[in-house]
Each structure stands twice: as structure tokens, then as C-alpha cells.
């Protein structure tokens, strides 16, 4: 769970004069991130491909594309992105499908033994989309 779904990949780059920063998560940061979490959990993914779950409105820019294949050591035609406003139905229920990867970042940030849980469930209210 904190290994793919939590987003904390954040990605950015210049494009056309703009910066382009977004957060990540998915097999693709468990892949090419350089978060020091990686290294607290002792995970690490390899793969032939990868996918990124984007929280934006438009796809990435190619400068992204490119950054992300290249931390991940893989061709950009070796990944897939995902890519939803948090505004939309899709990023409200991403974000509410967060609260059990919530708990567990909470527990590993208080220095709870995180091989103590063996399992775990959560629920929480879907709101509706933003306007």
C-alpha cells in the first residue's frame, strides 16, 4: 500500500515556460521514485513496464513522460499514465480509496512496526464530485 498507492511521487518538470508538477503513485514509483521510504521498507519494484496514476486534468507533457521513463530506466513507450482531476468522479474516489494508505503512512510516521499489521480494511464517505 505505501509502496504504490500512496502519492507520494512528485514528479515536475518545465514546460513551454511553465512548471508541470503533479503527484504520482502506481507500480511506476515503486520504480523510479527516490523517496528515502523505499529505502525504510526495503521495496523496491523492477519491471518490463510500468503505470503512473497523475492527479491533473490533461495528460502529462512529453518533458514528464521522458523524466519519469528515465527514472523508472525504461522507454516511455514501457509506460502508462493515468491522469484525473481531483475534481472529477474519478479523483474522488481516488482520494477516498486513500483513508487505509492513510493510516498505514501515519502508523510508519509514528515508527509503528509496520510488519506488526497483517491486515487491513477502511471505509469511507464518497463525496460528490466538485463542480
Not at 518538470?13 to 526495503?42: H, Q, T
Not at 523496491?44 to 513496464?49: F, G, L, M, Y
Not at 491486515?119 to 464530485?129: C, F, K, N, W
Request: aromatic share 6%.
Amino acid at each position: 500500500c505505501l509502496g504504490s498507492q500512496y502519492a507520494g511521487w512528485s514528479p515536475s518538470v518545465d514546460d513551454n515556460g511553465k512548471k508541470y508538477n503533479v503527484l504520482g503513485s502506481g507500480p511506476a514509483r515503486a520504480i523510479g521514485s527516490s523517496e528515502k521510504l523505499f529505502d525504510e521498507l526495503g521495496y523496491r519494484d523492477e519491471a518490463a513496464s510500468a503505470a503512473l496514476v497523475i492527479e491533473a486534468d490533461r495528460a502529462p507533457p512529453p518533458a514528464l513522460v521522458e523524466a519519469v521513463a528515465k527514472a523508472c530506466k525504461l522507454s516511455p513507450e514501457r509506460l502508462t499514465f493515468v491522469y484525473a482531476p481531483t475534481s472529477s468522479l474519478a479523483g474522488t474516489v481516488q482520494i477516498a480509496a486513500r483513508c487505509l494508505e492513510v493510516a498505514l503512512h501515519k502508523a510508519h510516521e509514528l515508527h509503528f512496526p509496520l510488519d506488526h499489521i497483517v491486515d487491513g480494511i477502511a471505509t469511507a464517505p464518497l463525496p460528490p464530485p466538485a463542480p
